[in-house]
Structure formats: C-alpha cells, structure tokens
C-alpha cells in the first residue's frame, strides 16, 4: 500500500512541477486527493483478492479479547 502511495504522491508531484496542477484551487485538490485515495484503497483492495485467488489462503486478522 505504501509503494502504491509512493507512486500516486510522486505523479502530483510531477504534475505540480510541470504546471499541470495547481495548489491554488482547494476544490481541485479536494478531488485529487479523493481521487488518489481511491486509487491507493482500490489497489489494495484488488491486490488482496488477487492474491487470495493465486494462494487460496485467506487475509484475515486475529483478534483475541
């Protein structure tokens, strides 16, 4: 999740030095970063499905009360 946060903070990054985005317009950037959270949260949600169909083992937590 971590390497997929990397790599959506890195592209607005580039984005920002290009002049492509600007920090200026809070409703533009509100949505970006819905629309980067989204992407992070859908790559995880999408790789753990992957992952269970490739080794038929369950991602579960344990939580003993």
């Known amino acids: 999740m971590m390497l ?3 790599v959506v903070a890195a592209l ?3 984005l920002y030095d290009w002049k492509m985005l600007s920090l200026d317009n809070t409703d533009v950037n509100t949505w970006i970063a819905i629309l980067a959270l989204s992407i992070v949260l859908g790559i995880g949600m999408g790789w753990s499905h992957v992952r269970r169909m490739l080794s038929g083992q369950l991602d579960v937590d344990e939580v003993d009360s």
């Open 12 to 14: 607005a990054w580039v």
């Open 4 to 6: 997929v946060l990397s």
